[in-house]
Antibody, heavy 119, light 106 residues
Framework: EVQLVQSGAEVKKPGESLKISCQGSGYTFTSYWIGWVRQMPGKGLEWMGMIYPGDSDIRYSPSFQGQVTMSADKSISTAYLQWTSLRASDSAMYYC????????????WGQGTLVTVSS | SYVLTQPPSVSVAPGQTARITCGGNNIGSRNVHWYQHKAGQAPVLVVHDDIARPSGIPERLSGSNSGNTATLTISRVEAGDEADYYCQVWDSSSVPFFGGGTKLTV
């Protein structure tokens, strides 16, 4: 069974860097897209982008291009979402999602990583 | 970008039928997917490709899509159905879009 396990909650200060992770199991990690979805407090779901670990093809949502960096380490079946300089507005829950080839929906979700940015 | 419009809230009594709509320009020509998001949990796919239910999703949940409106229908609503529901489509530019979400109160 496909499982996505995300790293734990983070509390950071504005200007700090952060890298959160999403480890996939139960499938061939390099053959499926991993996406990231943001949910700000009290708000809805927002698509951030996705990465294909097989060749590191990355598709960013225009809203998040240049704001975050997605990457993956095939050797440990883990995808990452990274910030170089956090802002308070980055405070949110972040979910990684699994996208099967030829499918345009997300049938597996990570448990979420809560990021809090506060001085 | 493609705009999906959902009502912010829907309220229904237990045992009744809830209908959650998702409006979009000619959305009937697209495949619509629905997620249930309960507080403190990750979202769960409940309907994909307009009408298909993943394994384990009860038949009480069903989808339809025509014209400018897609609908998630929950029959015989239970207290456990209380959640936020999101519709989602894939844009022609290969970007997925989510509706704003509907809070179902039972």
């Amino acid at each position: 069974e496909v499982q996505l396990v995300q790293s734990g909650a983070e509390v950071k200060k504005p200007g700090e860097s952060l890298k959160i992770s999403c480890q996939g199991s139960g499938y061939t990690f390099t053959s499926y897209w991993i996406g990231w979805v943001r949910q700000m407090p009290g708000k809805g779901l927002e698509w951030m982008g996705m990465i294909y670990p097989g060749d590191s093809d990355i598709r960013y949502s225009p809203s998040f291009q240049g704001q975050v960096t997605m990457s993956a380490d095939k050797s440990i079946s883990t995808a990452y979402l990274q910030w170089t300089s956090l802002r308070a507005s980055d405070s949110a829950m972040y979910y990684c999602v699994f996208r099967a080839s030829g499918r345009y929906f997300f049938d597996y979700w990570g448990q979420g990583t809560l990021v809090t940015v506060s001085s | 970008s493609y705009v999906l419009t959902q009502p912010p809230s829907v309220s229904v009594a237990p045992g009744q039928t809830a209908r959650i709509t998702c409006g979009g320009n000619n959305i009937g020509s697209r495949n619509v997917h629905w997620y249930q998001h309960k507080a403190g949990q990750a979202p769960v796919l409940v309907v994909h490709d307009d009408i298909a239910r993943p394994s384990g999703i009860p038949e009480r949940l069903s989808g339809s899509n025509s014209g400018n409106t897609a609908t998630l229908t929950i029959s015989r609503v239970e207290a456990g159905d209380e959640a936020d529901y999101y519709c989602q489509v894939w844009d022609s530019s290969s970007v997925p879009f989510f509706g704003g979400g509907t809070k179902l109160t039972v």
